[in-house]
């Protein structure tokens, strides 16, 4: 039964991965596709890990904390590259 759950997280994880692909296709802003992509990447992402901390028990402490890195680092970079990509140069209030 867990080997069951833990293919089902990881085939989850590796269709948000696909799914978050095809709007990089679309003709929607820039903005738009970066973060359609990184949300699918992050769920996907963790989805995976998920199902790795299902197989591999004595693994958690390292497999939480890249849960954890996941979900901020993603965060943080699209935050970064919304701001990066703001027109003008930055100094304005």
């Known amino acids: 039964m867990i080997n069951i759950l833990s293919y089902t ?3 989850v994880g ?3 991965w696909f799914w978050g692909t095809f709007p990089l296709m679309s003709k929607r802003s820039v903005l ?4 359609s992509l990184s949300v699918a990447d992050t769920l996907g992402s963790i989805a ?4 790795l901390l299902l197989k591999k028990t004595a693994e958690w402490p390292l497999l939480i904390l890249a849960i954890i890195t996941l979900a901020i680092w993603n965060t943080m970079l699209g935050y970064v590259l919304a701001y990066c990509s703001g027109e003008g140069d930055g100094n304005e209030r």
């Open 9 to 11: 997280f990881i085939g």
């Open 14 to 16: 590796i269709f948000f």
């Open 32 to 35: 738009f596709k970066l973060h």
């Open 48 to 51: 995976i890990v998920c199902g």
